[in-house]
């Protein structure tokens, strides 16, 4: 059976045609755009986590900056402190000399000073150990350690031994002791030369 439609029929069927596709373009549509809203808000999201970690590294940046300037600052004060050298032995040598001259004006009888290097420089600094051997009174011992640990040069006194240096002790006179130090200190290569 064939229908004929009259012009007004055909505009209704038209429109509805058009209103039919309209409603099936968006209900296909809007859960597409649906999907890419909250694809971008999960895109703006990241973004603003990202930023948030920018900005907190930007922070912390500036504070390891400041803390670096000043380590910078503290550590050029202490190395000009330090005794130098070409090698650690040189470095200790020059150690072991200021060693016993700050012990002879404490009134010790110095009697040997060993020096024991590391083998090498680790990177611009090296460990130095002195060994002090002599005699002198309590006020003497106290004298010298106190210049080691207080003095010119960034040294600590690692080991101590003390003993008596004559037994028999008479009224009215000073005991001598009998020490031994061994002073550690770091230990910096001269400027300018190789490494």
Known sequence: MIVHLGPHDRR???????IVSALIGIGRGVPWVMLWRDTQRQEMA???ADLERFERL??????MLGSISRLQTAIGAIDSTLTSGRTPNE???RLALWLTDAAEASDV????ATVR???TFVGPYAVVRVRLSGQTDVTGLLQVMQDVEGGEYRAVV???SVTPADIT?????MEVLRISLVISALVRREQGEAK
Do not use: C, H, K, P
């Open 46 to 48: 990241v973004l603003s």
């Open 109 to 112: 009888l110095v009697e040997n």
């Open 91 to 93: 470095a200790g040598a």
């Open 12 to 18: 209704v069927l038209g429109a509805g045609v058009l």
């Open 158 to 160: 690692d080991e101590l």
């Open 58 to 63: 930007r922070t912390r940046r500036a504070q």
């Open 169 to 173: 002790v008479t009224e009215g006179r």
């Open 117 to 119: 290097a590391d083998s």
